[in-house]
């Protein structure tokens, strides 16, 4: 069973960065996705940057070049950069992963995903 914790959220100003985190557990499958999601009242998640096992990544217009998706296998966890912050970034932010057996590139649809983390809020003022 597959567990994820998000942490690093908070407020910023506008330009500012933070670094969230994904501490994951359980993680039992060799082949796999994750990613970082984020979502804003009254709007669908929103994909924001995937990460193969081996490290291959994509992220969404939106984020490009300022936001960077990365795992450190040693430590189980998860990373989002966020670069040059922007008031439309202001969301809940979730880590989520699922297995991938096919040797491609992971999606920035939901449908990759089978489980997520509760979320961590970012606020960019």
């Known amino acids: 069973h597959v567990q994820l914790v998000e942490s690093g959220g908070g407020s910023v100003q506008a330009g500012g960065s933070l670094r969230l985190s994904c501490a994951v557990s359980?993680?039992?499958?060799?082949?796999?996705?994750m990613a970082w999601f984020r979502q804003t009242a009254g709007k669908e998640r929103e994909g924001v940057a995937s990460?193969?096992?081996?490290?291959?990544?994509i992220s969404a217009d939106s984020v490009k070049g300022r936001f960077f998706i990365s795992a450190d296998n040693a430590e189980n966890t998860l990373y989002l950069d966020m670069n040059d912050l922007k008031p439309e970034d202001t969301a809940m932010y979730y880590c989520?992963?699922?297995?991938?057996?096919?040797?491609?590139?992971?999606?920035?649809?939901?449908?990759?995903?089978?489980?997520w983390g509760q979320g961590t809020q970012v606020t960019v003022s």
């Open positions: 989520v992963v699922g297995p991938r057996p096919f040797s491609t590139p992971c999606t920035l649809g939901t449908g990759d995903y089978t489980s």
């Open positions: 359980g993680l039992t499958y060799s082949r796999y996705c």
């Open positions: 990460i193969r096992e081996m490290g291959i990544t």
